[in-house]
RNA sequence: GGGAGUUUAGCUCAGCUGGUUCAGAGCAUCUGCCUUACAAGCAGAGGGUCACUGGUUCGAACCCAGUAACUCCCACCA
């Protein structure tokens, strides 16, 4: 029968011959769900709890979920199989930039202008997109396997999770923590909004930077003569203007001054001038100030306190006018009289043709330089001077530092604290309020005076505004004007871990005493300090708490070429495609085997792959045993094997268990990935299965390793159940392991106890295995079928009682016989391991010039070994400052190199006779 | 401009207190095999100036200094 027949008539019989992920996923999860293995209610147990980054609720699954969710998943699944009392709460954030923008949208193609809408009605179309789309993310996060609690599913703007940042803000606010100020914020012309420093991104980009000629207005005849008397009258007719270098011309108008260095004696002539602003005419001062960089452009700065950071403070240091001259959407207004109602991107190319005609560009250059961008919608950032709520930082920010600091909270990997220390010690105060509509809305109320008050209902307001009426008529709460903004998204993502467990209505309620502070906390390096940080100083403000003990940062998810992947450049695989394709089992495993915590993942699709060839090899595995059948007159002959694998087991659970507690799951992958694959699989299966008899339905095995085989293989599917919760979970239910009960699940299955580890058995199967290692390249280089049965003599010269493993070695070795020898064979294949010489006489006598080449280089090479041993023995100042053991080790191996050294000399001196 | 990190096999990464024959793993590659669980497999093999230069040490992939390349974070240079 070739293959591809031996495929088709396999997949007919009722075992398929490859594992099938599709089908049992399903099953599974549902079952799961139906009997409620997911649910965390208090009990006596220890809580082990972790709360989701909650995506986003306009998001869909991408790569960063995957690999995030995926950790979390492994992690409870563990702490959940150590009978732990397991909880992970999922939800979704409410995303106020990125959602609103959505609706925006889907609000335009319908035709309908967000402007037309009064709040009630936006907000209403808002939740009706929310509720028919938002969260279809946590549907997705089934199909990975994600073991959530889907019954404490919360989003941030659910009523009371809502409520509590109200009532925080009015507790910040009361403790004077939350104020309200002119500042120059980052606005986003296109969600016409603030933003905070942490959502605009930089990127270098190709500007131009004209260079503009500024009219110097003042200047009288008498002023030139009264100069120096040898200026030429060139010189002189070239004072007439000033040249600046900018790359935004469109914001020319909206100058106030034109700075330039005291020291800069190019420009002493222009102190205290006035210049005209091209195109307007408008005059502004020639201003001093050693801010500006004499070497940098033309060393003329124009001043533009509206539109830049840096100018707004020059100008307060000088007392300068803020002329604003741009619409909250980017364009132009009537300040700046000419280009009016032009988008600034356009108002920039006219007004340079403008300048151009009018004679006052004097060049235009090529310049690279950094633009901020909006996180949220891409669009250019606008520094813009606007009224913004703000929350100070440096209070909170001490204790939450301190916590990390201490080690109350631990940071995986390490690295990052030093990236936190900075950010904490240089914090600034947070921009709290968007101009948006979908979110909480600030809870402040202006009185007709223009003073406010802040409060949690209008009516309280309103006693609060009567309270700073001093005199005179009561106010009406329709005289109350509530604050339009809403705050940023953050100020309620904050309050996660503790909002989840209701701990803000009801401080002591049972859930937050017992779930709280949550153990592990999984997400990304990149809003340590956007969300991170702030949950840590909120968990201190409000509950006098650290809210997590450990914070795993996962890297980026990176394509081969290491850029990011993301939607826009189109280099994501869709995961769910994946899933189809690998099975979430094989995408975890994929995910996983290359993503040590802090570090960039370099997804490579053949990871998923190696991921589901390895659940297919735990499947077939199962085909093997499930092949065999009980024969009660057979006798044991395995009790060695069995004995070490046993031993072996228990030595990879101390690795695993190390290793998670290191937070190192690609390495705990790996270990359990070759417990499976090489010990089990490729050693101890060969070692016990039965040879086959033909003419039987199952092969005839004996009772003891049956059972054996049986307990071993169910403790393994409990190792692997956190990385590959399907295929075991499908396997756990044949009745090769017996009846089960519905509620006698992989998944809520205690994780084997650490047994006994026998080293020197374990040492002793290794020195075995290099045996049949070496029998098989005796096979390979004789070019020998693995079918023809081969003689192994022994010529045992180290403590190994080889008598044990005959049987393994007759087996695995396909031998004829083993026996010992006190000679050397001549003239038979021969190696050596360890100490102990192996021969295997076979019908054509081995090359005998070819074996004393080969023996000879081993022998140059060991002499060359011993020697170096022997003069780091000779050094005295090694054998006075290295530790004793070393210095046994290093005996040991001159021991060892002379025997093998005697060995080989004797086998060249045989060969020779 | 400031700070942090990385650099080990073709790729992705281990190498934990400087000391085993220490230079490793997985994948990929090459060779030979459809050998009664598995070709998504089995048996083997090759592959390295541990970025570079110095230093400390009896001993350095590991510690120190410098250099180079790359990555990230922070920062207002028009």
Redesign the pocket.
């Known amino acids: 029968?070739?293959?591809q027949c031996?495929?088709l008539f396999?997949r007919a019989m009722s075992i398929s011959?490859?594992?099938?992920p599709k089908q049992a996923e399903d099953k599974w999860y549902s079952y799961w769900m139906e009997n409620g293995f997911f649910r965390s209610v208090p009990d006596e147990r220890e809580p082990y709890t972790i709360v989701i980054p909650p995506p986003n609720v306009t998001g869909v699954l991408h790569m960063g979920h995957m690999l995030n969710n995926t950790i979390q998943d492994v992690l409870i699944r563990r702490a959940r199989m150590k009978g732990k009392n397991a909880c992970w709460v999922p939800g979704t954030d409410h995303a106020s930039i990125a959602t609103e923008a959505k609706v925006v949208a889907m609000l335009k193609e319908k035709g309908i202008n967000k402007k037309d809408l009064s709040r009630e009605e936006f907000l209403e179309y808002a939740f009706e997109w929310k509720n028919k789309y938002g969260g279809i993310i946590l549907d997705q996060l089934k199909k990975l396997g994600a073991s959530c609690d889907w019954e404490r599913t919360r989003f941030t703007m659910d009523p009371d999770l809502s409520e509590a940042v109200i009532d925080t803000f009015i507790h910040l606010y009361k403790k004077g923590w939350i104020y309200r100020g002119i500042r120059m914020v980052n606005w986003d012309p296109q969600g016409k909004t603030a933003v905070s420093?942490?959502e605009?991104?930089?990127k270098e980009v190709n500007q131009k930077?004209y260079y503009i000629k500024y009219q110097v207005s003042s200047i009288k005849y008498q002023d030139l003569n009264a100069g120096d008397a040898n200026q030429s009258n060139d010189l002189i007719l070239d004072t007439n203007y000033l040249t600046?270098?900018?790359?935004?011309p469109e914001t020319i108008m909206a100058d106030a001054a034109i700075c330039i260095n005291p020291n800069d004696e190019r420009y002493t002539h222009l102190h205290g001038k006035k210049v005209l602003i091209p195109l307007i005419g408008r005059e502004i001062p020639v201003i001093l100030d050693e801010?500006?960089?004499?070497?940098?452009?033309?060393?003329?700065?124009?001043v533009t306190p509206a539109h830049?950071?840096?100018d707004y403070e020059l100008g307060i240091k000088h007392n300068l006018p803020v002329i604003d001259i741009l619409n909250d959407d980017g364009t132009l207004n009537e300040k700046a009289t000419i280009l009016v109602g032009e988008d600034r991107f356009a108002a920039r190319k006219k007004i340079a043709v403008l300048l151009e005609e009018a004679g006052s560009l004097e060049k235009v250059e090529e310049?690279k330089?950094?633009v901020g961008y909006s996180e949220r919608t891409n669009a250019v950032i606008e520094p813009k001077l606007s009224m913004q709520w703000f929350c100070k930082m440096d209070e909170m920010a001490g204790p939450a530092l301190d916590y990390v600091l201490k080690g109350d909270i631990k940071l995986i990997p390490e690295?990052?604290t030093?990236?936190y220390r900075?950010?904490m010690e240089?914090v600034?105060d947070w921009c709290i309020s968007r101009q948006l509509w979908w979110g909480q809305q600030i809870p402040a109320w202006y009185l007709p005076n223009g003073q406010h008050v802040v409060a949690k209902t209008v009516e309280e307001a309103l006693e609060e505004a009567n309270k700073l009426q001093a005199t005179g008529s009561k106010l009406q709460a329709s005289d109350l004007r509530q604050d339009e903004d809403v705050v940023d998204t953050w100020f309620s993502s904050w309050l996660w871990p503790i909002s989840v467990f209701d701990g803000f209505k009801d401080p002591n309620n049972e859930e937050i005493s017992y779930y709280y502070p949550t153990n592990d906390l999984v997400t990304a390096?990149?809003i340590l300090?956007f969300w991170v940080a702030r949950m840590i100083m909120a968990g201190h403000e409000f509950r006098g708490e650290i809210p997590f003990k450990n914070v795993y940062l996962t890297?980026?998810v990176r394509d081969?070429l290491?850029r990011?992947m993301s939607k826009s450049l189109g280099n994501s695989p869709d995961p769910l495609d994946l899933i189809e394709k690998y099975?979430a089992d094989?995408v975890r495993v994929g995910m996983l085997?290359?993503?040590?915590a802090g570090?960039?993942?370099?997804f490579?699709e053949?990871?998923c792959?190696?991921g589901?060839?390895?659940?297919?090899?735990i499947w077939?595995?199962f085909?093997?045993i499930k092949?065999w059948e009980v024969d009660e007159r057979l006798t044991n002959p395995n009790a060695v094997t069995i004995q070490w694998f046993n031993s072996r087991f228990n030595q990879a659970l101390v690795d695993i268990e190390e290793?998670f507690k290191?937070y190192?799951l690609?390495?705990a992958l790996?270990s359990t990935?070759?417990l499976v694959?090489?010990d089990f699989?490729?050693w101890y299966?060969?070692m016990v299965?039965p040879t086959?008899q033909?003419g039987v339905e199952k092969?005839q095995i004996d009772k003891e390793t049956y059972e054996a085989t049986i307990a071993f293989f169910q403790n393994i599917l409990k190792v692997l159940h956190p990385f590959t919760p399907f295929i075991t979970e499908e396997l756990w239910h044949d009745e090769l392991f017996g009846e089960r009960t519905a509620k006698d699940c992989c998944i809520v299955a205690l994780l084997p106890a650490i047994g006994e580890i026998d080293a020197r058995l374990i040492a002793e199967i290794e020195v075995v295995k290099t045996v049949?290692?070496e029998v098989?390249?005796v096979?390979?280089a004789k070019q020998l079928s693995?079918?023809d049965k081969l003689p192994l003599a022994i010529k045992a010269n180290s403590g190994i009682d080889h008598k044990h493993y005959f049987a393994i070695l007759t087996k695995l070795g396909n031998l004829e016989e083993v026996t010992f020898t006190n000679d050397k064979i001549a003239g038979a294949a021969s190696f050596l391991v360890g100490t102990d010489e192996f021969y295997i006489a076979l019908e054509q006598n081995i090359d005998v010039d070819a074996e004393k080449i080969r023996l000879s280089e081993e022998l140059v090479?060991?002499q060359g070994?011993l020697k170096s041993?022997e003069s780091?023995l000779g050094?005295e100042?090694?054998m006075?400052?290295?530790?004793p053991e070393?210095v046994n080790?290093?005996l040991k191996?001159k021991a060892?190199?002379e025997t093998?050294i005697t060995i080989i000399k004797e086998s060249l001196s045989a060969l020779s006779a």
Not at 880 to 883: D, E, I, L, T
């Open positions: 029968m070739n293959h031996k495929i396999l011959k490859t594992y099938q420093d942490e605009v991104i930089r930077l600046i270098a900018t790359t935004r801010y500006v960089t004499m070497d940098f452009g033309t060393g003329c700065l124009k830049d950071l840096n310049y330089s950094q690295k990052f030093n990236t900075h950010w240089n600034k390096p990149e300090f890297g980026i081969k290491g990011k099975g094989g085997l290359s993503s040590p570090n960039d993942l370099m490579d053949g990871h792959k190696q589901s060839a390895f659940a297919n090899k077939n595995a085909n093997l092949g290793q290191q190192r690609s390495e790996m990935y070759k694959w090489d699989c490729a299966l060969e299965k086959y033909a092969q049949v290692s098989r390249n096979r390979n693995p079918k090479y060991l070994f041993i780091k050094n100042r090694f006075q400052n290295a530790k070393i080790n290093e191996k060892d190199a093998k």
